[in-house]
T-cell receptor, first 116, second 113 residues
Framework: GAVVSQHPSWVICKSGTSVKIECRSL??????MFWYRQFPKQSLMLMAT?????????EQGVEKDKFLINHASLTLSTLTVTSAHPEDSSFYIC????????????FGAGTRLSVL | AQSVSQHNHHVILSEAASLELGCNYS??????LFWYVQYPGQHLQLLLK??????LVKGIKGFEAEFIKSKFSFNLRKPSVQWSDTAEYFC???????????FGKGTRLHILP
């Protein structure tokens, strides 16, 4: 089956620093990747849709300058949380849709971000 | 814009009991519907999906869901649950013309042994 890998799985950083999270499709090409945020005991909230080779589309209320998304290749998208603050602490999950099966999304295991 | 509502935040059942988790969506057009499961400490997995055709969809691990268009519902069912079904279940919807999947708030299912 299709595998989506996220790295790191857990990151702890100091307030004010920037953190980069990687999302890779290991055995398929993904023209579209999605970034979600999940607060404890809550659902996944879509943050942005990332298309290879173009700018990401952000959901309402998500700061694009705060959460930088780069989808440089068909197998890699990155989310950079800039100048992280404690309120950015959350679980970030990516998903990817194969270019030949756009109706399906495969999810990564998520990255837990803890900002001190 | 589409939205998803899951009726129960937390459900507790004994093993062998029957399960039904409610899910309603709001969107007037054609939709794709999904149920995902997240076991403790694991990532999301697709249980089943509906795109078109037979409105009764069978998924993995004995789960099924029925799409009732007139009720805008896509309830998840299992006739006899097991302790290993303890997990969080998310209903999700995508407007057919859109790429985004919108998730419900999830239902935490706890099965007593």
């Amino acid at each position: 089956g299709a595998v989506v890998s996220q790295h790191p799985s857990w990151v702890i950083c100091k307030s004010g620093t920037s953190v980069k999270i990687e999302c890779r499709s290991l055995d398929f090409q993904a023209t579209t990747m999605f970034w979600y945020r999940q607060f404890p005991k809550q659902s996944l909230m879509l943050m942005a849709t990332s298309n290879e080779g173009s700018k990401a589309t952000y959901e309402q209320g998500v700061e694009k300058d705060k959460f930088l998304i780069n989808h440089a290749s068909l197998t890699l998208s990155t989310l950079t949380v800039t100048s992280a603050h404690p309120e950015d602490s959350s679980f970030y999950i990516c998903s990817a849709s194969p270019r030949d099966r756009k109706n399906i999304q495969y999810f990564g295991a998520g990255t837990r971000l803890s900002v001190l | 814009a589409q939205s998803v509502s899951q009726h129960n935040h937390h459900v507790i059942l004994s093993e062998a009991a029957s399960l039904e988790l409610g899910c309603n969506y709001s969107y007037g057009g054609t939709v794709n519907l999904f149920w995902y499961v997240q076991y403790p400490g694991q990532h999301l997995q697709l249980l089943l999906k509906y795109f078109s055709g037979d409105p009764l969809v069978k998924g993995i691990k004995g789960f099924e869901a029925e799409f009732i268009k007139s009720k805008f519902s896509f309830n998840l069912r299992k006739p006899s649950v097991q302790w290993s079904d303890t997990a969080e279940y998310f209903c999700a919807v995508r407007a057919n013309r859109d790429d985004k999947i919108i998730f419900g708030k999830g239902t935490r299912l706890h099965i007593l042994p």
